[in-house]
């Protein structure tokens, strides 16, 4: 049994285990074995940068999962986590963030924007005037992904060698990003500008699991920091966005364009340093997760589901066809992946041991529109290619429009058992962290193949 050296941790442990053993209901073994539980909740948590405090309160959390007392123990208890994450508290300064964490973050962070800047020493610069150089595109991931990476393994105590290995995708990235000679306005261009990052986020999720990606919890503890960036960074941007209205605003009041520095300077800057910023954030308050993901999730299953079912009705309705211009399949695939994410979020927050209640009937209600969606996509995208031949983009919509449905089939046959009480929500969960390699492995076989086989155009 793992002894932790953070003896106040070692007292809430034996402050749950009392808590246990004054229920009837268990005997001694079993309440070693729900410690033992709880202990490796609590390795996994520790050596994923949680203080000891915090990594506690999470643990007892996901251990309701295990029986209904550690639910009750739970709850009994749960107000002293968001007093926690609000509260600094004075007596334990090792709660708060350290000097040497902040400086690392804020320094990754200026790198992060002063790379986007180091192409214009070359003459690819920036303009308010000018669209963007195909190379920033192509390249975007390639200016932040690297030090993201870089604090994750630091923030983990990675040895030299993992980081070393976890520098051969992004090394490879950016050989394909810029070795093809592509064609002005090219579509193999802007396929790998859409795919490269999301080849490359499965080298950011190695370095984030470190060594778990193929334990328990590893994968799903990746895709809730991936869902947890997405809202800090969503949040930052929107008030990036107020920042540069009243930069404008205040230049333009002393008769000045401040055009040059907010296109050239804020914007591209901001969104680099705004990644390791919000990454930051979400390791620091990782434990609001457990209370954010179920609020998302309950909040736009609904809302995507009736939006999917009217769609469905007025295209019966009017019987028009989906318009197959890249800009339509890309929003589709956009729509279908947001589907799957709402599976996998709901999948995170969601207790694998409760009954099958209203929620997943409406999940699986939402997975059945989406995989209709994508079954008339692929049937408008097949009919486009018979007519017109193939092209990069039919083809890139057609492959991960096939990754989509196999994933969102498979997903609504997991759930349909699971609510007739045929199976069980973890084989659902289980599939779900198991296809992610798949969509990471596709994007990687477009940016590497497709530009030849089409010629780079």
């Not at 690819?124 to 992904?145: G, H, K």
């Not at 939006?307 to 009017?318: I, K, R, S």
């Not at 659902?428 to 994007?443: C, N």
Request: glycine share 8%.
């Amino acid at each position: 049994m793992t002894i932790f050296a953070d003896q106040p941790l070692e007292e809430q442990i034996a402050q749950w285990r009392a808590y246990v053993c004054r229920r009837p209901a268990f005997n001694r073994p079993d309440v070693e074995e729900l410690e033992g539980h709880l202990r490796d909740q609590l390795v996994a948590l520790t050596q994923a940068g949680l203080a000891g405090d915090e990594a506690f309160l999470v643990a007892v959390k996901r251990m309701g999962s295990l029986d209904a007392l550690s639910r009750e123990f739970a709850r009994v208890h749960s107000e002293r986590l968001w007093k926690q994450l609000v509260i600094a508290p004075d007596a334990d300064e090792s709660a708060k963030p350290s000097y040497s964490e902040t400086l690392v973050v804020l320094g990754l962070a200026v790198a992060a924007a002063l790379a986007i800047k180091m192409p214009a020493l070359f003459g690819l610069r920036l303009s308010p005037d000018e669209e963007l150089p195909p190379f920033y595109a192509r390249n975007a991931s390639l200016f932040v992904f690297p030090l993201l990476t870089i604090y994750l393994m630091w923030k983990r105590g990675a040895e030299v060698a993992s980081g070393l290995w976890l520098a051969l995708p992004f090394a490879v990235g950016a050989v394909f990003a810029n070795v093809f000679p592509f064609r002005t306005g090219s579509d193999t261009q802007v396929l790998t500008a859409l795919h490269l990052p999301i080849a490359l986020w499965l080298a950011v999720g190695f370095a984030y699991v470190r060594g778990r990606w193929f334990a328990d919890g590893g994968r799903m503890d990746f895709v809730r920091f991936s869902g947890e960036l997405v809202i800090y960074y969503v949040l930052i941007a929107l008030g990036g966005g107020i920042v540069t209205g009243f930069t404008m605003m205040m230049f333009k009041a002393i008769d000045m364009n401040a055009a040059w520095f907010v296109a050239g300077w804020l914007i591209p800057c901001g969104a680099m340093g705004a990644v390791i910023i919000g990454s930051w954030l979400v390791e620091a308050k990782q434990s609001v997760i457990e209370n954010m993901a179920p609020v998302l999730t309950r909040l736009f299953t609904p809302l995507f589901t009736v939006l999917l079912l009217v769609f469905l009705a007025t295209m019966a309705w009017t019987g028009n066809p989906i318009n197959v211009k890249r800009e339509v399949l890309i929003g589709f695939d956009l729509l279908l992946v947001l589907v799957v994410g709402l599976v996998l979020y709901a999948a995170s927050a969601r207790d694998p041991q409760a009954p099958p209640d209203f929620f997943d009937g409406l999940q699986l209600l939402l997975v059945v529109s989406a995989l209709v969606v994508d079954g008339v996509a692929l049937a408008a995208i097949a009919a486009r290619i018979s007519e017109f031949g193939f092209t990069p983009n039919r083809v890139a919509a057609l492959g991960e429009n096939l990754i989509l449905l196999a994933n969102l089939a498979w997903s609504a046959w997991l759930y349909a058992r699971f609510l007739r009480h045929r199976g069980s929500f973890v084989d659902l969960e289980r599939w779900q962290i198991a296809y992610l390699p798949v969509y990471a492995v596709w994007a990687a076989l477009v940016v590497v193949m497709f530009p030849p086989v089409f010629g780079y155009r």
